[in-house]
């Protein structure tokens, strides 16, 4: 099979069904972004506003920042859907003991914290750990998702969420505050934990790691096929709508591809 039309998504609260309006490759490479046919214009050196070759550069540069966002964003959203969470977490930095706007520093805290806490207290400790800049634009607060977490400490903050449930602190973060709450919507708050990723926030971090995943997480490849069907694309719309909890549409970028999100119920 030389390529997709397909990818049905086999979550433990349901399926998601992701159709391609324009079958997607396997194996193939994709021609540099608006790259120009004639490549003597790269060298046009008298070009007011620079060679062409710097702007195509530019778009390439920027097609390949999205791309990366894109995947770091489908990377999170897969691991979050494909696992059963118990705990959506938040946790701030004290700037007295950590100086927040230091992403390395913030990273490497993050990882020896996450590793002490399942050697030392929840060894089966399933987690899913997100950056976020705060409001400021300089410092960074961690977002996660918890499961197997009877090592940790719960203390209720005598406060509750919207929804009328306990909000709790972790006693094991000694670092800042911390907020934990009851996860009720597997399929919800992994999206809601993925937009945490932006463009602008990956642009500020280039080549550095944007989230934690234990090792014991089920990634997005142990729960899909994928499969090349010849029929149309709107037909195949019509055919796994019918009866859809929800149904959504993202167009990329360059206009070049449409995918279909298509929720269903439990098989």
């Not at 390395?104 to 399942?118: D, S």
């Not at 944007?210 to 010849?230: L, Q, T």
Request: contains cysteine; hydrophobic residues 30%; aromatic residues 14%.
């Amino acid at each position: 099979m030389l390529g997709y039309n397909i990818k049905i998504f086999h979550y433990e609260d349901g399926v998601q069904v992701r159709l391609y309006k324009r079958p997607v490759r396997v194996g193939y490479e994709r021609p540099p972004f608006d790259k120009h046919p004639d490549p003597e214009l790269d060298d046009f050196k008298d070009c007011p506003f620079g060679s062409v070759k710097k702007v195509a550069n530019e778009k390439n540069d920027e097609r390949s920042a999205y791309v990366s966002f894109s995947r770091s964003k489908q990377m999170i959203y897969g691991i979050a859907r494909a696992n059963l969470w118990e705990y959506f977490l938040t946790l701030t930095f004290d700037r007295k003991l950590t100086d927040s706007s230091d992403y390395r520093f913030v990273t490497k805290r993050a990882t020896e914290w996450l590793n002490n806490i399942k050697k030392r207290h929840c060894p089966d400790l399933k987690y899913l750990v997100v950056p976020e800049l705060h409001a400021d634009g300089i410092h960074w607060h961690l977002h996660g998702l918890l499961a197997n977490c009877s090592g940790l400490r719960f203390q209720d903050s005598g406060r509750k969420s919207s929804s009328g449930f306990p909000i709790y602190n972790l006693q094991n973060w000694h670092y800042g505050f911390s907020t934990v709450t009851a996860v009720l919507d597997t399929g919800r708050v992994s999206s809601y934990i993925a937009k945490y990723i932006t463009k602008e926030m990956t642009n500020k971090i280039p080549g550095r790691q944007r989230y934690w995943a234990s090792n014991n997480c089920f990634r997005p490849n142990d729960v899909y096929e994928h499969d090349f069907v010849n029929v149309s694309y709107d037909e195949l719309v019509k055919k796994y709508s019918s009866g859809a909890r929800h149904v959504s549409q993202r167009e990329s970028p360059d206009g070049s591809q449409v995918i279909t999100y298509i929720e269903l119920g439990q098989e």
